[in-house]
């Protein structure tokens, strides 16, 4: 199996990056404690404070590499010293997920630079590039005369993030994951 990115859409049309992982599902239980350099499965719920869940794993095959930063700071934080069968409940607070809601990323851009595009509604994503050169998305959250104001935050920039965790199992990472800095599937990972 490759590499894949977990993208969720929600509604009202962002998406959620959350991790990085190999879709396999491992039977097999650990005593090896979570710490850096190891695969990590997991099933878990995300929620936020309303209780809405805003994400969750179907099967509990979502993996990840420990200490390769393909999860946020918190919960990666949360999960460390655990094993396979433990479950945790951990909030996370903006700080330690996707940061505060910057006021600098929301700008409003003419509407002419949207010339083009197929349509333009609140909610809808696109690709465009940040004062530094690297790819962001922005989303569109408001439709003005001549303007559409757009938010280059995570959509879930000061959200508190409320997980629910089961470890499934824990491993050992290849030498091959380490080096590339993610967890690959039974077959390997051709870059």
Do not use: W
């Not at 099967?59 to 999960?79: C, Q, T, V």
């Not at 607070?93 to 910057?102: N, V």
């Not at 790819?135 to 959509?155: F, L, P, Q, R, Y």
């Amino acid at each position: 199996m490759a590499l894949a990115g977990i993208s969720v859409k929600y509604s009202g049309g962002f998406r959620l990056n959350l991790l990085l992982c190999a879709t396999r599902k491992i039977t097999g239980k650990s005593s090896m404690k979570i710490e850096d350099n190891k695969v990590v499965t997991l099933h878990y719920t995300l929620k936020n404070n309303d209780g809405t869940v805003i994400d969750q794993s179907e099967d509990g095959s979502f993996l990840y590499l420990h200490g390769a930063m393909n999860i946020i700071p918190g919960l990666e934080k949360a999960l460390a010293g655990k094993a396979a069968g433990d479950e945790i409940s951990v909030k996370v607070p903006p700080e330690e997920g996707y940061g505060e809601k910057d006021e600098g990323r929301i700008q409003e851009v003419p509407k002419e630079m949207f010339d083009g595009a197929d349509q333009i509604d609140v909610g809808v994503q696109f690709h465009a590039q940040g004062p530094d050169g690297t790819a962001i998305v922005v989303t569109v959250v408001e439709i003005k005369d001549d303007v559409v104001v757009v938010d280059g935050n995570h959509a879930l920039a000061g959200v508190d993030l409320n997980f629910e965790v089961k470890v499934v199992d824990v491993r050992d990472a290849t030498e091959e994951e380490i080096g590339h800095g993610h967890v690959h599937g039974p077959d390997g990972h051709a870059h």
